[in-house]
Each structure stands twice: as C-alpha cells, then as structure tokens.
C-alpha cells in the first residue's frame, strides 16, 4: 500500500520526494543500524615512490613513464599486470590490473608529479595518484 501511494505520489510530485517519503518510513525501525566503525588509513609519508590507480586496461609501463616524466627524472615506472588474464589476439602483451608504481629520483619531483597528475587524464581514464605505502610485511 504503501509502495501504491509513494509511486502514485512519484507523478505528481516528482521522483526525488516519493523516494524521500517512501525511505523515511524505515527510520522508526525498533532497531537500530550497524554504524561503521572503519577508519580511513593514515596519509603514507613523502617518498619518491608514487602509486598510480585508474589505470585504463591498455595503459603500458612506458606510457606511464611517458606520462610522468614530464615532472621531474623518472628512475623507474611499472604497470602491475594481471597474469591470469587472457592475451588479446591483437596485442602481443597482457592486460593491466589498474594500478602501477612510478618511482621519481628526488622527493621534490615526485610531489611535483603527484600534484600534476592526480585526477588527470591518461589514455582516456581519470587516474589517481598518491604516495605509496609500504607493503605490510608476510605472516611467518
């Protein structure tokens, strides 16, 4: 009934305030919901190590060096592949994970090309960068 009277609503008021009155009703549930109780991890420090995520499938290592080095010397540049994916008839190498490591030779070309790249385009897809984390270490 309720369902009836938000959709007849929905035609005359618009869809934004029958979906707001149909939802409201769940909010005098005898229960209360699980809040989340998850933290955002702590901002990694400075380093010449860049994390690069966003990738677009058919980014390579040498496109994103290509890319990066127009902010300062890049040492090395790497697109983490996925090995189990299926080779493409077309192109000889395999596909990217979407996300890579761009390694700078000093701190301050690394801040340089975060601060360049972050949220820019590369190979038609939005990537994101930041300084990359060490990697935890392995359960003996």
């Known amino acids: 009934m309720a369902l009836r009277a938000a959709v007849s609503a929905n035609h005359q ?8 009155a149909f939802c409201s009703s769940f909010s005098s549930l005898p229960f209360s919901l699980p809040q989340s109780t998850t933290e955002n991890p702590p901002p990694a420090e400075s380093s010449t190590n860049l ?13 994103l060096r290509n890319a990066f080095a127009k902010y ?11 090995h189990a994916s299926k080779v493409d008839s077309d192109h000889a190498s395999k596909i990217s994970k979407g996300f890579g490591f761009v390694k700078y030779a000093t701190i301050q070309d690394a801040e340089s090309g ?27």
């Open 13 to 20: 008021v618009g869809m934004g305030l029958a979906v707001k």
């Open 51 to 63: 994390f690069v995520c966003g990738l677009n499938k058919r980014t390579t290592s040498e496109g």
């Open 72 to 82: 300062g010397e890049v040492v090395h540049a790497k697109v983490v592949i996925d």
């Open 114 to 140: 975060m601060k360049g790249m972050d949220g820019q385009y590369l190979d038609g897809w939005v990537i994101f960068v930041e300084y990359a984390r060490p990697r935890a270490p392995f359960p003996q």
